[in-house]
């Protein structure tokens, strides 16, 4: 994405390098630019700011492992993965957990995730994908 990102989504995070590192490798996206306070990493589809939780707050909790689910929140993102056995495999190896039945919708099949620190998204595949 040539100059700034028309749309994209921020995430909190209580670990800003590895909850960054978690989305690079999952969904095969590129940082782009890094500081103490933030990661923005982006693929062809969607920039990511990661950005740590302010000292005060990061110090009031800590993340369990594995991560309490935060199964409550308003708004849940998704991505679609070329392939989703490969992307749930990343998912587990980096701390995260693909859960749940696998659905399908128009055109792709979608299972629920959630990261290292509980967030819940979605990885999606498109059926021509799977056919391939």
Known sequence: MPGPARAGAMIYAHSLTRLS????KVLGMKRLHASAEHHVIESPDLQLIIHALPELIAA??????????????????????????????????LGGEVFGPSYQGPGFTVRNAYDPEGNVFQLRQNIDAQRA
């Open 21 to 24: 590192a978690f989305y690079q």
């Open 60 to 93: 009031s909790f800590s993340i369990s492992t594995p991560p309490v689910v935060r199964e409550e929140q308003s708004i849940k993102l998704f991505f679609t993965v070329p392939n989703l056995a490969q992307a749930a495999e990343q998912v587990r190896a």
